[in-house]
């Protein structure tokens, strides 16, 4: 089997287990609110997915959008996609060639370093699982790595994997960065509604910060593939030329993402309740364990790493055996080539339950782990 179809027999697989527990995607299995369940239905028994959706998205959902991130109606604009990641996929096409270069985190997300290289693009990626530098990019680091030639800046903040989230003046620092260069500041806010707080690059750089925003994780919709490019009406014109969703994203996703916007003051501190009770339970666990760390706690994602090189197991290894009981978390190396063997992440937009077996059985299968002979493929 060729290496792409090996990996879609894996995700099939983890989809047709039943009773599985998601705790490595960041996604959110959290029951959905009764309100999204009616737009949905509502949209199904009118049979509305007949028809395309304007190309751009529905104005009320661009709109809702665009109020739920506080910026300026008049001089902002919006782009829906399907889902996060081709909005960025979107942005790469139309701003990196060759000649130009892409500059990123490491601990990061690999798929963009992927459309920027495939764009032509050189990627450089800043290193930051440093626990002397609190895992964080500095804006020295980043003016260093950039150069005329860099035509992005891509920030993932709060940061995937690590769950460190950026100051406002760090994030004023980086787009100063940028701006030195005329680069776009490509903002990555994927997780931003499980930060304490958090700063828009677009509130200091409106001229070429572009955010990206996704309704997988907050809303719980990732199935639904539904997400967004906010930023000037300049860039959003430019980039529609390079969206791949020209007929229009999901009708059904939208109205969800529309009924999702206007519940989310009641939905999300409920979310964020569990999901740090989750985070808690996580790290009590682990901190049982000598040699287990959690690092980054508590996460400003809707995850944590945990540490556990110093016990000189592979995540590898930690992960199968999880697999086996029906317990699905990541492995490093998803992320990172380079740190990637030091932690693995877990999931807390879950039901307690899920979290509590991971814990109860922690313990158990770090033993399990080390006696394992042969680690399958991990994706
Ligand atoms: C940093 C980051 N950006 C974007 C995405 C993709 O989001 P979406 O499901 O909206 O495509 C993810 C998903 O894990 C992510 O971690």
Known sequence: MSSFAERNAHFDRLFATRGLFWLGQNTNHLPMHPTVRKALTDAIDA???????????????????VADLGLPHGTTAALVT???????ATVCRAYCRPQTNFVTTDPGWKWPTQFARQAGAE???IPIYDPAAAYRLTPQQLSEAIDRDTSIVYLI?????????????????????????NAYFLHDCTYRDFADEHTLAARF??????????????????????????TNHQIIEELAA???????????????????????????????????RNQTAIKQAVDKIPGLTVPIYP?????????????????EALAAVFAQRGIMIRQGSYHTP?????????STTVPTEWVDAFCRQLPDAIEAARGLKEIPEQY
């Open 47 to 65: 049979e509305e997915f007949h028809a395309y959706a304007p190309p751009g998205g529905f104005t009320a959902l661009l709109d809702g959008i």
């Open 82 to 88: 399907d889902g996060a990641v081709a909005a960025l």
């Open 123 to 125: 990627v450089r990626e």
């Open 157 to 181: 903040d709060p940061n995937n994997p690590l769950g460190v989230c950026y100051t406002r003046e760090e994030i004023q620092a980086f787009c100063d960065v940028a701006r030195s260069v």
């Open 205 to 230: 750089y409106p001229e070429r910060a572009i955010t990206i925003y996704s309704f997988s994780k907050w809303l719980g919709l990732a199935g639904l593939r539904i997400g967004a490019v906010v």
């Open 242 to 276: 390079y969206s791949t969703a020209t007929l229009g994203a999901s009708v059904l996703a939208q109205r969800a993402a529309q009924a999702g916007l206007a519940v989310k003051s009641e939905w999300m501190p409920a979310v964020q309740r569990v999901q740090r």
């Open 299 to 315: 996460s400003q994602g809707n995850f944590v790493i945990v540490e556990c090189a110093e016990l000189g197991l592979r995540p």
């Open 338 to 346: 380079r740190f990637g063997s030091r932690f693995v992440k877990i």
